[in-house]
């Protein structure tokens, strides 16, 4: 186990001596594709409850198709499919985007936690209570003021226990990136194990780390919720 | 019905005479069969290939019965240990984290490891050639460990993949420059077939004793001495009479024994 760390901690922190890898790989990619899913979402669930079918219907079949398949088959569709097309690779911005592991690895993960963040919030969207859009309304409030004021803040805040699950599944789901050769925690873990045939301690050590980064984010979100859910705790007696 | 003879007969034999035949009446080697040509399985479930026949031929000189125990590659090392098994035959290479933890025979084969690109590149195995090129290597591989010490430092972008396939993929999409692999494996599982159209083999076999280790052997429990005596004598007493090159014909048109 000493062993171990001494020669790898480098490499599951941050650097195999050539490249980032480990905690440095997956962290950026947790935050890069859980960004673009937060900010893409927003509308998306907007859309998706929207009353014309020309909006929902497609947010709907998008989220139907990126829910509907494992992350690992949209991850191999990105990386490896789109990359064995000629169209892709004669078309010079295509090329050099699906060219590096990374980009497809960030496109497949970003839109796939996009799906699921785009129904967390429409299904809280939906739930907002009548009284608060009645509120707003008998302020003379216009559509897009309703949205910005009154329904996305509040349905914002009910989704965060529901969000606090998809990110930290998330974390668990960056541990297929590696299929991509994108070098991250389990991929060192991985690269230990065949040097030592030290699985117990390989794999532990990643399921380690892993729980640190949870425990932070549980922290994280914990404080997130008593901040901003304080009005929906239940009246001390 | 014959096989159960020759079993039983066998083990009359071994009891009847031979002196380490007193404690090994049968020996049970752990394969993966999924390595064709060295190790597969025909339609009808019967293992064939290269070490299976190796391996039912020591037996024969051991005069004990062969009884193969089928295990992933992963967890060959760890079950050994268990006693689920004697030895591991399944083209396992003799390297220096290995050898901390099990013993190996003497060398049944060393199969050469070398580059394929595409054809007329003009890319050679070498840290200069390749400076600045993309190289595909499956991750846990002795070829892994050779392109990380001797041609990473020099500027080569060594890309480790999760399997091979995925290596191979990927250089005949064009994401890789090169690839460095078992030749054996490539030239069966890529060259030969439609999609390693306009790839070859650049360069000749590489050696590095260090990195690509001395050839694969039948991995040992370190206690049994006895048994790696017994195996070493068998593989020697092959390689003089002409017992190997015979089975060696059947599968490779080439010395596969190796430096």
Redesign the interface.
Known sequence: MIDIIQQYWKAFLWTD??HLSGLAVTMWLLVVSIAFGFFASIPLAIARVSRSKWLSRPVWLFSYVFRGTPLYIQLLFFY?GM??LDIV?DVDILNHFF?EGYNCTILAFGLNTCAYTTEIFAGAIKATPYGEIEAGRAYGMNKFTLYRRVIIPSALRRALPAYSNEVILMLHATTVA??A?V?DIL?VA??V?????D?FNAFGLAALIYLCITFILVALFRKAESKWLAHLRPMKA | MRKVITAVSLALMATSFGAFAKDWKEVRFGVDASYAPFESKAPNGQLIGFDIDLGTEICARLKAKCVWVENDFDGMIPALKAKKFDGVLSSMSINEARLKEINFSAKLFNTPTRMVAKAGSGLQPTAASLKGKRVGVEQGTIQEAYAKAHWAPGGVEVVPYQNQSLVLADLASGRLDASLQDAIQADEGFLKKPEGKGFAFAGGDLNDPKTLGTGAGIGLRKEDTDLKAAIDKAIAGMLKDGTYKKIEKKYFKFDVYGK
């Open positions: 001596g050539y490896t990359y064995s690779r060219r590696f299929t050769t070098p991929k991985r690269d194990n065949a040097a030592t045939y699985s």
